[in-house]
């Protein structure tokens, strides 16, 4: 699964596969490096770089974290997925949620018309054998869906429109 995380006002898409070394870093299509983290501890462990080995502290706070590194600390954000693919079309008042990754719908659990509000359940959806559920960016009226039980669908599909209420 693709995570989102905001440094110093940019947005950075990236995931973690597996490796004999123990993860590789990927930014986008690109491999960047293979990397392994040894929690040591109270908000300390030993990361692995590319075979090189660095000393982390962090602190975690919500979607936030701190991390200090190699004499300096960054700020990272933590974006949901689900938000970070979510896209608002203000002047229409729709919402769209996307699929985080190509999939199949196991479980639809809502109606056209249905009053939903953020965070509601909307779908549940397998992909890679796990099965994640669609969530709600925030309160309005499932306006479609795109996709019924048992379709399949790409990443960055849009599996169901809700209109903001008021429109």
């Known amino acids: 699964m693709n995570h989102v995380f905001e440094l110093e006002g940019v947005d950075y898409q990236l995931w973690l596969s597996r490796c004999q ?3 590789r870093l990927h930014l986008g299509n690109e491999i960047l490096v293979p990397l392994d983290f040894s929690h040591q501890g109270d908000g300390g462990g030993l990361l692995s770089i590319a075979g090189a080995n660095e000393s982390v502290r962090f602190a975690i706070d ?4 701190h991390l200090h590194i190699r004499g300096r600390t960054r700020v ?4 949901d997925p689900l938000l970070a693919h979510s896209l608002v079309k ?3 008042g729709l919402l769209v949620a996307r699929a985080p990754m190509p999939g199949v719908v196991v479980k639809t659990s809502v109606l ?3 009053q ?3 965070g509601s359940g909307l779908m549940v959806i397998e992909s890679m054998k796990l099965e994640s559920v669609i ?3 925030q309160d309005g009226v499932v306006d479609r869906i795109h996709f019924s039980e048992g379709e399949s669908f790409e990443h960055g599909a849009i599996l169901v429109t809700i209109k903001e209420e008021g429109h």
């Open 135 to 137: 969530r709600a960016p």
């Open 90 to 92: 203000k002047d229409a």
């Open 112 to 114: 056209p018309g249905d």
């Open 62 to 65: 919500g979607d936030t974290i």
């Open 76 to 79: 990272l954000r933590y974006r």
């Open 21 to 23: 070394q123990g993860y």
């Open 116 to 118: 939903i509000s953020a």
